[in-house]
């Protein structure tokens, strides 16, 4: 941040000298602030990673004293030993490949990001999927795309498989800085926090009408307040995402979501918006 506020303030004598036009201070200023929010997207995969590295360092203890108390017993069943055994030497593999998902997760998920490059990406170290919102969404809605409703189909199935149950889904949306200006977006979308909150509960609804229980997920919207890129004039498609990290889910979390994967209502209520009258996303 002392780099940051000196950097500013190298900016700021620079036009007050005369230096630089008008225009070239604004985009100097663009620029420096994105670079600060991309900051603080760095800041915030750090400390998801950390959390997701803390718990997997808990899950090792555990399996190492359950292992530990299994071998003590007198007359054990094998069959357990081996279990347990399995589960530890599985968690000590995590932690040196510093990957908070299993493996069993994300072997498919790396298949299903390799058959679908042009939906979505997917970092293992984060154990996070990045949906590109221009080929998910319609333009300017918060409507699901037919493809990114197969992908997601697709995905939902994994997450409704072995070590996966166990996951919690974070579901964060993202916009550009563009600002929505026509009528037809703003009365179902009033600013870009909406559209990528909306967005966000749009594929949270889809996975949870797939089956995947509905207290497993929690959905959220930056708007345009965190890129990861630099917002240009006509905005930056990188910027327009949908970011799905999972996360060891805590177990009252787990407890209370038996028999909890009915559809959700929430897609019936989210505004629609007509896309006809949409004609891109810079024109929102």
Do not use: W
């Amino acid at each position: 941040m002392r780099f940051a506020t000196l950097t500013l303030s190298a900016l700021t004598l620079t036009v007050l000298g005369g230096c630089v036009p008008q225009n070239q201070y604004d985009d100097l200023m663009s620029a420096y602030r994105s670079k600060e929010q991309q900051l603080l997207q760095l800041q915030n995969d750090y400390t998801t990673s950390r959390a997701n590295e803390d718990m997997l360092r808990k899950q090792l203890a555990e399996a190492a004293a359950d292992l530990a108390a299994a071998k003590n017993m007198v007359g054990g069943d094998r069959s357990t030993l081996e279990e347990l055994e399995k589960r530890y030497q599985s968690l000590l593999a995590q932690l040196g490949s510093m990957s908070p998902l299993p493996e069993s997760v994300n072997e498919p998920l790396e298949r299903l990001a390799a058959e679908y490059p042009d939906i979505f990406e997917f970092d293992s170290r984060l154990g996070m999927l990045r949906f590109k919102s221009d080929v998910t969404f319609d333009l300017g809605s918060a409507k699901l795309t037919s493809k990114a409703e197969t992908v997601l189909k697709k995905f939902a199935s994994i997450l409704n498989q072995g070590e996966a149950n166990n996951l919690e889904v974070r579901v964060v949306g993202h916009t550009d800085n563009v600002a929505i200006r026509r009528a037809a977006t703003a009365a179902q979308h009033p600013t870009n926090v909406h559209l990528s909150a909306h967005r966000s509960i749009s594929v949270r609804d889809a996975l949870v009408g797939d089956g995947v229980s509905a207290n497993r997920f929690m959905v959220a919207g930056y708007g345009e307040f965190r890129p990861i890129g630099e917002n240009t004039s006509k905005g930056n498609a990188d910027n327009r995402r949908v970011e799905v990290f999972l996360v060891p889910m805590s177990g009252s979390a787990m407890a209370s979501g038996s028999g909890s994967s009915t559809k959700s209502t929430t897609a019936n209520s989210t505004p629609k918006v007509d896309t006809a009258n949409v004609q891109e996303e810079n024109e929102k």
